[in-house]
DNA sequence: TATTGTTATACTCTATAACTATA
DNA sequence: TATAGTTATAGAGTATAACAATA
């Protein structure tokens, strides 16, 4: 059992891995930023893509957020006809949210950005070093209790 | 020269060292909560203790900081007794800002915690995988051009 | 004129509580 | 009573501009 060597601290896994990280995050918003879309939007569009339509109390749930921090960002998502609101009639307390057809276009022009985000994040790591960095990466985000896709930036600072 | 797989943006080396990033980060106020302490402040007071007296305009380019927001953060740390502000006779224009004996004290108890966090942060990884790990994500950060030890996250969002 | 530190103002984000309508 | 959505308020944090003292 090895602890980890005393490096310095901008040398350490965590130093480093927070400071790309910070980094990875502005260059997202830069990418987004000609699309008029936040980061955060950008979660909930996905994540409606990829989970059809729920009420604004699961989306907050399956991001980590607040519901009360969920109605602004819906009305700025209905705002830009990207989603509508839709009366659930089986629960009449609850909105099922829906993308609309701009909502999908929307969601389909930032997924044709990742992979010039993921070159840029990448650098000059080779194909091999790319594929260790991913799996470490994973490795350590499972250890630290992450759930996949859910990005701790969405939830605030409780 | 191989572009990077179509992987799915949970697993992409920039969602997971952004998703770990934030994690850190937040795991790192976490342990200095206890003590009082702001990564902030605590980015301010390590930076002194590497490199002497600084002009507050020296402290804010080093960290990549308006010298507006710095004023505000010299008055906390001033206040809890960790710095002082003395005139530059040189240029009575800026002071030096000097940790004190207890801002020193500090950057100590703060830094003993650092191997808590890079542990955590580590999770199973073996020796050397650690290793390889942050010789990856050194390399990354070179490409980045990310200065070492200085985090964007105190650059605030321009 | 330029620079250092300062202050003021506005804007964004977030946290908390309380309200309404439904269940 | 409990839950989904909403609103209001206060508090951070940041960005911008402008000011006084000094160079």
Redesign the pocket.
């Given at each position: 059992m090895d602890s980890p060597a005393a490096v310095a601290y901008e040398q350490s896994l965590a130093f480093l891995v927070s400071q790309i990280g910070a980094r990875t995050v502005q260059i997202f918003a830069e990418l987004l930023a000609p699309l008029g879309v936040?980061a955060?939007a950008y979660g909930v569009l996905s994540n409606l893509a990829a989970a059809s339509t729920q009420?604004?109390?699961q989306l907050?749930d399956a991001l980590g957020m607040?519901?009360?921090?969920m109605?602004?960002l819906?009305d700025e998502l209905e705002g830009r006809g990207w989603v509508h609101?839709h009366r659930n009639t089986a629960?009449?307390?609850?909105?099922d949210i829906r993308l609309t057809d701009a909502g999908t276009g929307v969601v389909e022009r930032v997924n044709e950005l990742l992979p010039t985000l993921e070159g840029t994040v990448r650098g000059g790591l080779t194909g091999r070093q790319y594929e260790t960095a991913r799996g470490l990466l994973s490795s350590m985000a499972r250890d630290l209790g992450l759930r996949p896709g859910v990005h701790p930036y969405l939830a605030?600072?409780?």
């Open positions: 936040s955060r009420s604004q109390q907050a607040h519901r009360n921090n109605v602004g819906i609101r629960d009449r307390r609850s909105f605030g600072r409780r």
